[in-house]
């Protein structure tokens, strides 16, 4: 790689590292919905301390092996220290900045004592000094062996034990210190709900890479491969930008009660209003619970719950989440099961969503309102059986107002069957988010985004009532198999506003190979109509309730793990999908307004995006994450929170779908 390509990468490196030295928080609040209010962005929300803002420690390999020449004509550290300059030139006024280096001081060779504890700060973590930075960059030489272990053992020590912190490790080597680094990071890092570690192996081989990809799954990051410099240009280039952002669940914070199975609640639980909440949950035989209230009779309650990954994306495993609502008499009302990762090996965001309905299908003419319909107040569990012991849980609740008209609205009826295939001309460049709440905007098209095996990214698109959304994934873009019986199996999900799967098969998992061809699949909401939500009472299939209103649907790219093989796993793949909403915005359904309630009309804000392509580039949107209109009475509250803190850039998070 000659210096121009390495000063491209690093550089944009750089672009990365503004996503996550900014503040710690993504908006994800709503201010109150009325038609005229329609085209306003949602308030902000916070996660944990508005006013810290977040901390990135760059860690560089200075083994004596970075002395190997590079294709460039300079050797491996040389380039890296003219990249790394030119990252700082680009880093904001108020980032939050360090970096260590290892191997830097004591000759390596054999790994006595003194070379395994080489490892030096030499720019610590404060506020950005140029001048301090670039003389740090250019103060130390190659010489020492590889103490990964003990090196970021120090590292998570420099970074402090609150708020974001994320962490960039580039090596050329495997660890040399000790046996396996992997299970001393893991230790280390615990519950770590706020710190993320990617690595980037440069050149290594299998054992470095093991050791590698170990460490970024237990650091919540992603691991990069890299055979050459070259690839190191073009993997850096398009995914920096995604890197550093860490995962995006927000809220309010809220501590929900454990409770065994069939425990009575105690009188008083946490209370969850319309709005957004950050819980922590751990595994095990017991249910997190809260309760929920109907503050308007005949509304209906939504409430999901989302989990970050899990470790399992590696072991190609499964874990259970899963979420029920029940009335003050114990009648179970709504129950919601969903996977964490699963066989193909995304590293997956995992929704588990409970409707509470307010009304009676008007078909059951004969049918009474249940306790279900009636009830004012609700009990709502969410349990886990994962290998991660504690996660953090993201908590979005809807209060839907009843509609006026719901007789005269469309039956709940299957459109959803059998999607044929689309086009919508020559891909344009996205780039995704890693959650729902900082889910990037799209608008119907073709999309291509550069995912590594084991990633999954969203987005996000306006689907109202009365239209159609259909998402097919075109597959692998100027990708050439490397071997017989490699395969990339890439799912494509839609998931409703509230976060419900929606889809006719609830996803579309197409594979190509070299081996099979490219074998390219179909998935559809369906028409999106009020009455849906009743679907499975009346005999329909389960993934109809889904798209029972409008606004914000999300879209889910996840590239498996499953058969790629170890040539593929790391590298970059670009990949390309493509979406279309079919039909015209209905307004057909007419929310109860008044004093007592929030007006709600769910129709497209002035400013949303047609259903026609834009010919610009996809970013993430400043209406970050798709909460509908009704939860902002919990979250209008920490708009004065929100406007304490500061947002530098976009944060971000890792996927988001509901298995």
């Known amino acids: 790689m000659n210096t121009g390509r390495i000063l491209l990468s690093l550089s944009t490196l750089g672009l990365a590292m503004l996503s996550s030295v900014g503040a710690s928080a993504t908006a ?38 970075m002395n190997e020449p590079d294709p460039s004509g300079l050797t491996k550290m040389e380039a890296a220290k003219k990249g790394l300059t030119a990252v700082v030139d680009k880093l904001p006024d108020t980032a939050q900045v360090g970096l260590r280096v290892y191997g830097a001081t004591v000759m390596g060779g054999t790994p006595t004592p003194e070379a395994c504890a080489d490892t030096q700060l030499v720019s610590p973590i404060k506020a ?83 050791q590698l990809q170990c460490i970024a799954d237990a650091g919540h990051g992603t691991y990069y491969d890299a055979a050459n410099a070259d690839q190191i240009a073009s993997s850096i280039t398009r995914l920096s930008q995604r890197a550093m952002r860490p995962f995006a669940l927000t809220g309010k ?72 609502a029940m009335a003050s008499s114990g009648k179970e009302c709504s129950e919601s099961y969903a996977s964490e990762s699963g066989g193909l090996g995304t590293r997956e965001t995992t929704s588990a969503t409970v409707q509470i309905l307010g009304d009676i299908d008007p078909s059951e003419t004969d049918r009474k309102s249940s306790v279900c319909e009636t009830d004012t107040s609700f009990t709502v569990q969410v349990t886990r059986s994962a290998t991660t012991t504690t996660t953090p849980v993201e908590i979005l609740v809807i209060e839907e107002p009843p509609v006026t008209n719901l007789a005269d609205l469309p039956e709940p009826k299957d459109t959803a069957r059998d999607p044929e295939l689309i086009t919508h001309g020559t891909p344009k460049e996205a780039i995704g988010g890693l959650a729902f709440s900082d889910a990037t905007e799209i608008t119907a098209g073709t999309w291509q985004d550069t995912l590594v095996p084991g990633e999954l990214l969203v987005y996000k698109v306006r689907v109202e009532d009365g239209q159609k959304a259909t998402l097919q994934v075109k597959g692998p873009v100027d990708f050439t198999f490397p071997e017989q019986g490699t395969a990339l199996w890439i799912s494509g999900r839609l998931i409703a506003p509230d976060r419900l799967r929606a889809g006719n098969d609830f996803q579309s998992v197409p594979s190509f190979s070299k081996t099979y061809g490219f074998d390219k699949e179909s998935v559809t909401t369906g028409t999106v109509t009020y009455r849906n939500r009743y679907a499975v009472q009346s005999g329909r299939p389960e993934y109809m309730r889904a798209a029972s209103m409008g606004g ?27 979406v279309q909403v079919d039909g015209q915005p209905s307004n057909a359904v007419k929310y109860l307004t008044g004093s007592a309630t929030v007006a709600a009309s769910p129709s497209a804000p002035a400013s949303s995006p047609s259903a026609t392509a834009s010919a610009a580039p996809a970013t993430r949107s400043s209406d970050s994450g798709s909460v509908l209109p009704w939860v902002g009475g919990g979250l209008l509250a920490l708009a004065v929170l929100a406007g304490l803190a500061y947002a530098v850039a976009r944060r971000r998070g890792q996927g988001a779908s509901q298995a």
């Open 552 to 578: 914000w649907y999300y879209v889910s790219i996840g590239v498996g793990l499953k058969d790629v093989g170890t040539i593929v796993e790391g590298q970059p793949i670009k990949v390309a999908f493509t």
């Open 128 to 210: 950005l000094d140029r001048a301090g930075l670039k003389a740090a960059i250019n103060g130390f030489v190659a010489k020492g062996e590889t103490p990964i272990a003990g090196s970021l053992t120090e590292a998570i020590k420099d970074l402090g034990a609150t708020g974001k912190r994320n962490i960039v490790l580039v090596s050329d080597g495997e660890e040399s210190c000790v046996p396996d680094p992997c299970p001393v990071i893991q230790n280390l890092i615990g519950s770590g709900v706020d710190l993320q570690i990617d690595t980037v192996g440069y050149a290594v081989g299998d054992r470095a890479r093991t």
């Open 28 to 65: 994800a609040g709503s201010t109150a919905y009325t038609p005229s209010t329609a085209s306003q962005s949602r308030t902000g929300v916070v996660t944990e301390d508005p006013a810290t803002p977040g901390k990135l420690l760059l860690m560089l390999d200075a083994s004596g092996s």
């Open 253 to 324: 914070p809220i501590t929900g009660i454990d409770l065994q199975d069939g425990q009575q609640p105690p009188t008083a639980l946490p209370e969850l209003s319309p709005g957004q909440f950050l819980d922590t949950m751990n595994t095990g035989r017991h249910w997190r619970s809260y309760t929920v209230k109907r503050t308007i009779p005949g509304s209906t309650l939504h409430v999901s719950f989302t989990t970050r990954p899990t470790e399992l994306v590696r072991t190609l495993e499964s874990g259970d989440l899963t979420a029920r």
